[in-house]
């Protein structure tokens, strides 16, 4: 009731997702004794791929981008929305979980018709 013009995920989305390369690392904020490995994206390269695969800005609600000025910082910052960048990874899934189950089908009917020519 809350949401309108709903449409399925573009296929812009899909290839975007297959872009993306995971990595690991520290945050400079952790306090370096307590501080622990993180896993996701780095947000710069989520920006290229996004734009490699034609999205704007405006299309990528997981992607911000704010001009800050601190005492250890001046310039743009960036942050990522991983609760977005999961449906778009849930739709990649959805989309290969149809891929195996055709190609299973298609694997079925290929048994069936080799064991009928070998019956023969």
């Known amino acids: ?42 947000a710069q390269e989520v920006e290229e791929a996004a734009l490699a695969v034609g999205l704007t800005l405006e299309d990528c609600n997981f992607l911000h981008k704010e001009w800050v000025e601190r005492e250890d910082y001046t310039g743009i910052e960036y942050s990522l929305n991983y609760d977005d960048i999961a449906v778009i990874v849930h739709g990649k899934v959805r989309q290969q979980e149809e891929r195996i189950n055709a190609l299973e089908s298609e694997v079925a009917e290929l048994k069936e018709l080799v064991s009928k020519l070998i019956a023969q």
Do not use: A, C, Q
Not at 5 to 32: A, M, N, T, V
């Open 1 to 42: 009731r809350l949401k309108d013009d709903i449409k399925g995920l573009d296929e812009r989305y899909i290839r975007f997702i297959e872009l993306l390369i995971p990595k690991s690392f520290y945050s400079i904020y952790d306090d370096k004794e307590t501080r622990k490995r993180r896993i996701g994206y780095i």
